[in-house]
């Protein structure tokens, strides 16, 4: 299996992707209202908002996907170390 294959294999497990999503959720949500809350409430939402909240919500949720996987990579490594 090709490693993207594998990668996107462990990233769109359905319990994965349901721990990664509310991770992104709860800290997206935290950091939009953090840093954009002025803008939040006074408005206008623009393109630009709506942009800036995105990105506060895929951060997360990249990082708690690096996390899986590089726990993932160190599993098996530990693996083929006890075996040499």
Do not use: Y
Not at 19 to 30: D, S
Not at 69 to 78: K, N, P, T
């Amino acid at each position: 299996m090709t490693t993207l294959r594998r990668i996107l294999t462990m990233v769109l497990h359905p319990p994965h992707l349901k721990r990664t999503g509310i991770v992104a959720l709860v800290v997206g949500a935290w950091l939009s209202v953090f840093n954009e809350g002025g803008h939040l409430l006074t408005g206008p939402w623009t393109g630009q908002l709506l942009i800036k909240i995105a990105l506060n919500v895929l951060t997360p949720f990249a990082v708690a996907n690096l996390g899986l996987l590089s726990r993932q990579a160190g599993s098996e490594s530990d693996k083929r170390s006890d075996v040499c």
